[in-house]
């Protein structure tokens, strides 16, 4: 082997582990345990983050930082087996009580029936713009990246790197946007078993408990907020360059046709087409369609 051969494969292995640097975010630094009684847990040195729960509670976790838009991926492991009844939830929201909140929820079923995928959008204080979605895999058998893309333009939630939902900015047309308040990112396990599995028939059989959902591969390039100031972070470690391109991201055609592609086959409820709930008239932003 030439030594110029040697020092690229060399470099190569420096570059790939910085990159994996990124990935291996320490979960001890990135959120603090916030309930459960010791049933939340931090592993293997920050790398896996485990959340349980049984009759006598839940547990969950926030984020040590405030993000003022951002791009955050996270791979999670929902319950396995008979998780009926519980609730896992993951979600952004800020305070007080006009709050905004991009939320995750994972409903559980009885062994081999689907988890629901529950999405909604609260914007100062008022949300009912719930989605629902099966998923193209089973959840529970493997770790697949959830992520929610925030900036000025839109909220994506995406499904490992397939979106499967879409709300953008249409504060022009009076659809109020959240970009003010600052969020934590947020989750817990706990029990619904009053409304989660199909609407609170079938309840949690608490002879499968403790109930285990995991976390790991956290990753945010998001704007953060230090004492008042916002900085945003997006830099490509294989580049010198600042990249920042996920604060103007939106759909290309592709990513449009896969969103097609899920809320075809995949999408079991959409508040933009229960007119029963509105009968006032529907919300603004169901009306306005892409510009196609
Ligand atoms: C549970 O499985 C049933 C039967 O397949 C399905 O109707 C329901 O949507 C599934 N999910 C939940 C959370 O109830
Ligand atoms: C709860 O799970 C146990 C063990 O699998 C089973 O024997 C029992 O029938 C389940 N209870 C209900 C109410 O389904």
Redesign the pocket.
């Known amino acids: 082997m030439t030594s110029s051969s040697s020092a690229m494969i060399l470099l190569l292995i420096l570059l790939a582990s910085s990159h994996l640097a990124v990935y291996a975010a320490n979960l001890n630094q990135d959120f603090d345990i916030t309930w459960g009684d010791g049933r939340a847990k931090i592993l293997n040195n920050g790398e896996l983050l485990t959340l349980s729960l049984d009759r006598a509670s839940g547990s969950g976790f926030q984020s040590t930082n405030e993000y003022l838009f951002g791009k955050i991926d996270m791979q999670l492991k929902f319950v396995p087996g008979n998780s009926?009844g519980t609730v896992t939830a993951y979600y952004l929201s800020s305070k007080g009580s006009i709050w905004d909140e991009i939320d995750f929820e994972f409903?559980?079923?009885?062994s081999g029936?689907?988890?629901?995928v529950h999405t909604n959008i609260y914007t100062h204080g008022k949300g009912n713009r719930e989605q629902q979605f099966?998923l193209w895999f089973d959840p529970t058998s493997n770790f697949h990246t959830y992520s929610i893309l925030w900036n000025p333009r839109s909220i994506i939630f995406s499904v490992d790197g397939t979106p499967i939902r879409e709300f953008k900015n249409f504060e022009s047309m009076g659809v109020p946007f959240p970009k003010t308040q600052p969020m934590r990112l947020y989750s817990s396990l706990w029990n619904a078993d009053d409304w989660?599995?199909?609407?609170g028939?079938?309840q949690t059989n608490w002879t499968q408990a403790p109930f285990t959902a995991s976390y790991r591969g956290f990753k945010a390039n998001a704007c953060v907020l230090t004492s008042g100031k916002s900085s945003c972070t997006g830099k490509s470690p294989l580049s010198t360059s600042t990249n920042e391109a996920w604060l103007r991201e939106e759909l290309d055609t592709i990513e449009q046709e896969r969103l097609k592609w899920v809320q075809s086959n995949y999408m079991?409820y959409n508040y933009c087409t229960d007119s029963k709930r509105f009968p006032q008239g529907m919300p603004p932003e169901c009306g306005i369609t892409r510009g196609s």
């Open positions: 009926a409903l559980g079923n009885l029936d689907p988890y629901i099966y989660a599995t199909r609407g028939l079938v079991i």
